[in-house]
């Protein structure tokens, strides 16, 4: 296929599940993409909700409740969302970087963990989720001064995560503002077992099905590994997939590309840290450099953006009552406003 043939930013909404969305359930999303930013515990479910055919907070909620969806720490030391199906084999393949991340940030801030205080109040953490199913922080905070321990949030907030990242906790129950904690235990049923080249070709299917065209820089930065797994798991997937050249970079695609479906004149009400922006290391196919500042800062802050066709070309306020749209690219006479009404009906079923 000659390289003008392609249309990167259509191929990418479509493989993404913006336009045209193949799902109606909320984790079939999350299985699908294999793994979404969840940075902003209140604009992830609109990131899953937007991808399904008809977005909805309530199912939202439903899947995440009874587990189908999972969020915790995994790749980059971010927060992450997955499938419960895909929970197991990714903390496998990703807690190794991740526990050297926590510890270098751990270090930088002169914060000293023994083995034998991560083991303690990881064992508190353990029980106070055992007793009451799904814990707050404040929980944890009141069950570790009950056992006269005294502790900042700093700290605490990084036992936590060591938590997580070992596969004692995850996301517990959905509250409006605050994150939650539960047994993975009690939460993910079954334990998948896989070996580590069969994990390392699932998170490579995942990313680049979802997420094409994408580059192995894309792939190295999204995933947080180092660029000899990317290139084994690229391997691993053979002939399943090939690459195209666009303006004079190499980027992969599965044989099989969603490429039907564009929809002309459409915007697309994006929250902050989107797998849109996010999955690439390069944005500038649909976000110009110039203005780049409008969707993230250099300290990784991300705003919600709106896309027309695809292109970054504005900033919306997903927390006001009344539509506010402004934009800093192009003319804008299509119509607007049925995003807006997408978004507050999914708030409301």
Not at 148 to 173: A, K, N
Not at 208 to 223: I, N
Request: charged share 25%.
């Amino acid at each position: 296929m000659s390289h003008y043939q392609m249309n990167p930013v259509s191929r990418r909404l479509l493989n993404q599940q913006l336009i045209c969305p193949q799902f109606a359930r909320p984790a079939d999303v999350v299985n699908y993409m294999g793994a979404m930013q969840a940075q902003e515990y209140r604009m992830m479910r609109w990131a899953v909700a937007m991808r399904t055919q008809k977005p909805s907070a309530k199912a939202f909620k439903e899947a995440y409740d009874s587990g189908q969806i999972i969020r915790l720490h995994l790749m980059r030391g971010t927060w992450q969302l997955v499938s419960a199906e895909n929970y197991w084999p990714l903390v496998e393949l990703c807690a190794p970087k991740a526990l050297a991340v926590t510890k270098g940030w751990m270090s930088s801030n002169n914060i000293n963990i023994s083995d034998k205080e991560v083991t303690q109040i990881r064992e508190i953490i353990s029980q106070t989720a055992a007793d009451k199913g799904s814990i707050t922080k404040e929980d944890i905070i009141q069950a570790l001064a009950e056992k006269d321990i005294v502790m900042d949030d700093h700290r605490l907030s990084y036992h936590i995560r060591i938590s997580e990242i070992t596969g004692t906790i995850c996301s517990g129950d959905l509250l409006p503002m605050k994150a939650t904690y539960a047994l993975t235990a009690d939460k993910v049923k079954s334990k998948r077992i896989m070996d580590r080249d069969e994990t390392l070709l699932l998170l490579t299917s995942k990313y680049f099905q979802s997420r094409q065209p994408a580059t192995l820089e894309d792939f190295v930065w999204w995933s947080g590994m180092n660029i000899g797994d990317c290139r084994r798991g690229i391997a691993l997937m053979g002939h399943t997939i090939h690459t195209e050249k666009w303006q004079g970079r190499e980027f992969y695609m599965t044989d099989t590309c969603r490429t039907r479906g564009f929809n002309k004149g459409k915007y697309l009400y994006i929250p902050p840290y989107d797998e849109y922006l996010i999955s690439y290391k390069s944005r500038d196919i649909v976000l110009s450099p110039e203005y780049k500042h409008k969707a993230h800062n250099n300290s990784g802050i991300f705003q919600p953006v709106i896309a027309h066709d695809g292109i970054i070309c504005g900033n919306w306020s997903p927390f006001k009552q009344e539509h506010t749209a402004e934009f800093f690219l192009g003319e804008h006479k299509d119509d607007i406003q049925s995003e807006w009404s997408r978004y507050k009906k999914y708030q409301m079923k």
